[in-house]
């Protein structure tokens, strides 16, 4: 009995040292990480994937972004429409063009001879260089320079009313053609584009209206001009007969005081 009862008490102490090994729980262990290195391995992949569609639409992106430059570098940027096209195609000359002479050109070039000639195509008549006794005089051509003035200044109007006037019907029939266009455009890029025209035309429109107005504003200014040197004449001639006027009188005064009239004769009747 008590080497059965040893026995036990050994056999109790040497099964506390065993490993127990258990081949469900490590299989399941395993099957667990492997899941989980899956998973990680299918959430990288979907990352990656991700990210490819990422840059793809970036790709995209860039290449509509290409698409509306060249769009725009044809057809017309909508928020610029006007800044570029329509001054290359209109022309920038046309919106800073003068025409006719200056002022000052019109009074330096004035022929007093040529003046004194003008008939206007008949309707005035040629001022000769004769009197009524049929002789001939010299004419002083410096004061005929003012109406010189004058007339050159009517023919320099005429003239720039005639180039105005081509210039303005070519850039109506502009507006017209490009109301039609405008009408059937199709895009807002044209759209804008072709109202960016219109307020190009238009301003060229009133460039031309204004340069006919600055002619005959000349015009105005010049026959001021004479009418006030006219003026001014009128007076210095007021003013040089009454000075030459007082000068004659004390010339007088004067001769009358220096001579001394003495009898040298007397009879008595």
Do not use: C
Not at 223 to 230: D, F, G, P, R, Y
């Amino acid at each position: 009995m008590k080497r059965f009862t040893l026995f036990l008490l050994l056999a109790a102490s040497a099964s506390a040292q065993w490993i127990v090994n258990d081949p469900v729980n490590t299989a399941v262990n395993t099957a667990i990480q492997a899941g989980q290195a899956a998973n990680h391995l299918e959430v990288l992949r979907q990352w990656a994937a991700q990210l490819e569609n990422l840059n793809r639409q970036l790709r995209q992106l860039e290449d509509q972004l290409a698409v509306q430059r060249r769009i725009r570098d044809v057809m017309g940027d909508p928020t610029a429409a006007g800044a570029g096209m329509v001054l290359r195609d209109l022309g920038a000359r046309d919106l800073a063009r003068t025409y006719g002479e200056t002022l000052a050109a019109v009074q330096r070039l004035a022929n007093a001879v040529e003046s004194l000639q003008r008939t206007s195509q008949g309707i005035f008549k040629k001022l000769e260089d004769r009197t009524v006794l049929g002789r001939d005089f010299a004419r002083q051509e410096a004061p005929y320079r003012r109406y010189a003035a004058v007339e050159r200044q009517a023919d320099n109007t005429a003239a720039v009313h005639a180039e105005t006037e081509a210039r303005q019907l070519g850039v109506q029939a502009e507006i017209a053609a490009t109301l039609e266009q405008l009408r059937n455009a199709g895009t807002q890029a044209e759209v804008d584009k072709l109202h960016a025209k219109l307020a190009v035309l238009n301003g060229q429109l009133l460039h031309v209206d204004a340069q006919r107005r600055d002619e005959a504003d000349k015009l105005i200014a010049q026959h001021i001009l004479n009418e006030n040197q006219a003026a001014k004449e009128r007076q210095d001639l007021l003013e040089r007969q009454i000075a030459e006027e007082r000068q004659t009188l004390a010339v007088v005064d004067a001769w009358q005081n220096a001579m001394r009239l003495t009898p040298t004769a007397y009879t008595r009747p």
